[in-house]
């Protein structure tokens, strides 16, 4: 509900915050005071178009700010987080515009787009007044107020669920016509793709494998290099008469063989020569040993090359890491195997979505039954509201017509729309074509009474729901005012005395000067304010105690 509402250098409101509580509040006041100004406020807070003239005269400014407590599971608080705006436990629109008619808007201090103000708005409060209403009047509304009137929420929402089961089945045919339809478009390049793909046989990790051993592969072969340029330096260069290491040695001892003796000088040098020349020998067996354990498989490394650029080839072809080649062909396989068994896949899907039809069409034209049996029940329910309200000729009529299939939807297949005709033979309309101002508010209060159980929406203001009628209807309009307050939060400008004293709060609005400048000033009245104001609502300027015994009598009557 509506808790607070703080107006800043609105047209005459130079400052002013008034707080509101359950239950119906009334706003009286002479014609002129300011009362339209206010409901503007709250407008202008609530995302209607802001202009220049909204601004106090003299001022840079104007600022509306109103605070809503609803409850929590409001929906406002889900379009909210929508928005991704974290829930509190107020929900405060601020609106400020500026002298040039420009406009900022505020949710809980984060600044938002009128439209989104707007939205949240509709949720919060519903104004039905002389010119303008806004709420009943949307067609779009009368389906689910019919709904909660007939208690039907259960029903509609099994309905929605076949809704969705139907559509998530459609869904799923749909993707398989196009896969299949997308397929053999392909199909001559699909088939050439699994069969090469299918030789080459990708496997996973198959490539950091096959590099790995490679790499493994090249560091043995430059070993083998390594190793065999070793013995080649010990090996004679020339083996038709060069030498090397080994017979140099040889030829070193036998030179020193040949010296006269006694050569007993020699022996030292004699056995290290012969050391070395061992020394040698086995430095050369062990080299040849090693050069043919390690050497690698040339054709090994030749054959891991040519699968590395086999599947790099392909990896190119298609566009994909050599790493999705296994991923590739089990996709394009699955494709191929969806085409081949296609037909028989989209005939089970299009058995299953014609089912789903069949079951949503089943609960919706239940629903469809039991919104005409609510109907009725509904019309009964407002005529017995209408003749008190002096709108005896006035009835109600509750459309109830299809929807093409293309508009079928979660809430079922039918438009609900609310009719009204003033006079016996008249053809009934739309609701805010066919009543006056007058008339639109009364046939609005007394929807109001029979539906307040439904409203999502726990505000709502009446603006001079009375005009133009008095004594019986007025206090029937007052009595069915406070039957609706009971449920929602009512707010009504009114200059009937039989609706005033049935409020239970009451807001006196009074215009007034300042120094040179008019200023509208709103007074919360206690008890013998109340009186004071109901007693001026009946005698006008000059209140006579016959006019405050009156008074007397209707506070006692509404209490």
Do not use: Y
Not at 437 to 456: F, I, N, T, Y
């Amino acid at each position: 509900m509506l808790a607070s509402l703080s107006i800043r250098d609105v047209v005459l409101i130079e400052r002013l915050d008034l707080r509101f509580g359950a239950g119906l509040t009334v706003l009286t006041g002479e014609t002129g005071a300011g009362k339209s100004i206010l409901l503007d406020s709250l407008g202008l807070a609530l995302g209607q178009r802001a202009e220049s003239g909204m601004v106090r005269a003299g001022q840079s400014q104007a600022s509306v700010t109103a605070a809503f407590a609803p409850t929590p599971d409001h929906p406002a608080f889900a379009l909210l987080a929508e928005q991704g705006m974290e829930p509190e436990d107020e929900i405060v629109v601020r609106r400020v515009v500026n002298a040039d008619g420009r406009s900022r808007a505020f949710v809980n201090g984060e600044p938002v787009g009128v439209g989104l103000l707007r939205r949240l708005g509709a949720l919060l409060v519903e104004v039905q007044g002389q010119h303008d209403q806004v709420g009943l009047a949307d067609a779009a509304t009368h389906g689910g107020l019919l709904d909660a009137f007939g208690a039907l929420e259960t029903r509609r929402n099994g309905v929605g669920e076949c809704f969705r089961a139907w559509r998530n089945a459609n869904r799923a045919l749909r993707e398989a016509q196009d896969a299949i339809a997308a397929a053999q478009r392909d199909e001559e390049w699909l088939r050439h793709a699994v069969g090469e793909l299918s030789d080459l046989a990708p496997e996973e990790g198959e490539e950091d494998a096959l590099s790995a051993e490679r790499q493994t592969l090249q560091q043995g072969e430059r070993r083998a290099e390594a190793i065999a340029s070793a013995l080649s330096e010990l090996q004679p260069r020339d083996r038709r008469g060069g030498t090397g290491p080994a017979a140099a040695l040889r030829n070193a001892a036998r030179a020193l063989e040949r010296l006269p003796p006694p050569n007993e000088e020699a022996a030292p040098a004699l056995a290290a020569l012969a050391a070395a020349q061992d020394a040698l020998s086995d430095a050369e067996g062990l080299l040849e040993r090693l050069s043919a354990d390690i050497g690698p498989d040339p054709k090994r490394l030749e054959q891991l090359e040519e699968r590395l650029f086999a599947l790099r080839a392909a990896a190119r072809k298609h566009a994909v890491p050599v790493v999705e080649l296994p991923a590739l062909l089990a996709s394009l396989r699955e494709r191929l195997g969806a085409l081949d068994a296609g037909t028989g896949r989209v005939a089970a899907l299009e058995t299953a979505a014609k089912a789903a039809r069949d079951s949503f069409l089943g609960a919706a034209n239940a629903l469809t039954e039991a919104r005409t049996a609510a109907a009725r029940k509904l019309e009964t329910a407002v005529a017995r509201e209408l003749a008190p309200l002096k709108l005896d000729r006035a009835r109600l009529h509750i459309e109830i017509a299809p929807r093409e299939e293309a508009s079928w939807a979660a809430d079922g297949v039918d438009r609900v729309t609310f009719l009204v005709s003033t006079n016996p033979g008249q053809t009934p309309g739309q609701l805010a074509k066919i009543a006056s101002g007058g008339e639109l508010s009364r046939l609005m209060l007394a929807l109001k009474v029979v539906l307040a159980r439904g409203s999502p929406v726990p505000t709502l203001v009446f603006d001079e729901v009375d005009s133009g009628i008095g004594g019986a209807t007025a206090a029937a309009v007052g009595e069915r005012l406070q039957r609706v307050a009971d449920r929602l939060q009512v707010l009504v400008v009114t200059h009937s005395p039989q609706v005033a004293a049935r409020g239970a709060s009451h807001l006196r609005v009074a215009k007034g000067v300042r120094g040179d400048r008019a200023e509208t000033r709103v007074e919360p009245l206690d008890t013998g304010d109340r009186r004071e104001e109901i007693a001026r609502m009946l005698a006008g300027e000059r209140i006579t105690e016959a006019a405050r015994a009156a008074a007397d009598e209707l506070l006692a009557g509404a209490a």
